[in-house]
């Protein structure tokens, strides 16, 4: 396994077990808020899950599809974990195929950004993958604050030894 399909893998996965370990959780435990990150445990996800299918479209150059953070399926935790699931991989095709390419450095346009702005795969893909990191270190704090705390450290190896045992 190289080192792209150990940050791919372990960021979709960290995600993931994070979501789930909030199933159990009611509403007012996912939506209470704080001074801290997007002041929600919920809000918080929304937003890691956004950003990634966000940009995966925008890396894909494809028409960014449509914000589900409001409609309830899309907020749900099962929502949220589908969502997720179909962002982490169109990420990851997009990731393997600027790989194969070896097309790190080469420039797409974003067309979010007013006035529209190149950049690197190698810098959006990096991007999106420590942007979830910085995020779900702090729903690790947000879970303490609710007293559940995170059933995992969130971390690359502990991933390795947990998820990917022989």
């Not at 080192?3 to 960021?11: F, K, P, S, T, V």
């Not at 795969?121 to 993958?129: F, K, S």
């Not at 604050?145 to 971390?155: L, N, R, T, Y």
Request: charge should be negative.
């Amino acid at each position: 396994m190289d080192l792209l399909d150990r940050l791919l893998g372990h960021d979709a996965w960290t995600t993931r077990r994070l979501l789930e370990h909030c199933r159990a959780f009611d509403d007012e435990r996912l939506d209470r808020g704080h001074d801290l990150a997007h002041r929600s445990v919920r809000a918080t996800f929304l937003h890691i899950v956004r950003n990634m299918e966000v940009w995966g479209d925008l890396m894909a150059g494809v028409e960014v599809r449509p914000d589900r953070n409001a409609e309830p399926v899309g907020r749900s935790i099962e929502g949220l974990l589908a969502r997720l699931d179909q962002a982490a991989a169109d990420l990851a095709a997009i990731a393997r195929d600027v790989a194969a390419r070896g097309a790190w450095d080469e420039r797409w346009l974003d067309v979010l950004d007013d006035p529209p702005t190149e950049k690197s795969y190698g810098g959006a893909i990096a991007h999106v993958i420590t942007h979830s990191m910085h995020h779900r270190a702090q729903v690790i704090q947000l879970l303490r604050d609710v007293g559940a705390p995170a059933p995992i450290e969130g971390d690359v190896l502990s991933w390795e030894m947990q998820a990917r045992r022989p």
